[in-house]
């Protein structure tokens, strides 16, 4: 409530160094908006967004669809089922990849490869912003993680914690199960 996934979106979109040309990829999707939210901020931008759109949520490929449209940008969104443990798309193919709040719902997977499977859909000089839960009981050792995409040429690479008031304060986090709210970004 009270427009906090709108501005979540908003600070997520901002650490992104990005023209807004090319094509983006939302990983996880869901009812579209943060899909949308990337198509109404950099206009000339193609935007995909993708999700494995389980039984437990309300969401669908229509339901992104006819969000898209109510807010004007369907040409230049597409929606389609996939999954993040295996993105169904070359390597290198997009400018820009971003998620939030979506790994740590991925039962059983190794969320550092997850991380590094949304990578390599990443064009060589894109960028990106991953924010998610990453606990170190779900993540492991971020801090080794960012450390090994600096050694394969990641420049720019920053965990940011995203419970610091930028969005919500420690407290808020605490009450709305959103410890551990971190912002992975950089540059490939």
Not at 31 to 51: H, Q
Not at 168 to 186: F, W
Request: aromatic share 8%; charged share 25%; hydrophobic share 35%.
């Amino acid at each position: 409530g009270g427009g906090i996934m709108e501005q979540v979106h908003r600070v997520v979109l901002s650490h992104l160094d990005y023209d807004g040309e090319g094509k983006i990829l939302e990983v996880g999707c869901g009812s579209g908006a943060l899909t949308i939210r990337s198509a109404l901020t950099w206009p000339k931008a193609k935007v995909i967004g993708v999700d494995y759109w389980g039984a437990v949520y309300n969401y669908s490929k229509a339901l992104c669809e006819k969000n898209a449209a109510s807010e004007g940008v369907a040409s230049r969104c597409v929606f389609q089922h996939g999954d993040a443990k295996q993105l169904d798309f070359p390597d290198e193919s997009f400018d820009v990849v971003i998620s939030n709040y979506v790994y740590h719902n991925i039962t059983g997977a190794d969320k550092q490869a997850l991380l590094l499977e949304t990578l390599r859909v990443l064009k060589k000089g894109g960028t990106y912003a991953i924010h998610d839960l990453m606990s170190p009981r779900r993540y492991g050792d971020m801090q080794a993680f960012v450390q090994k995409l600096r050694e394969m040429g990641y420049e720019r690479v920053e965990l940011i914690d995203t419970t610091d008031g930028s969005f919500m304060t420690p407290k808020e986090a605490k009450r709305l199960m959103l410890r551990g709210s971190t912002l992975l970004v950089g540059r490939k």
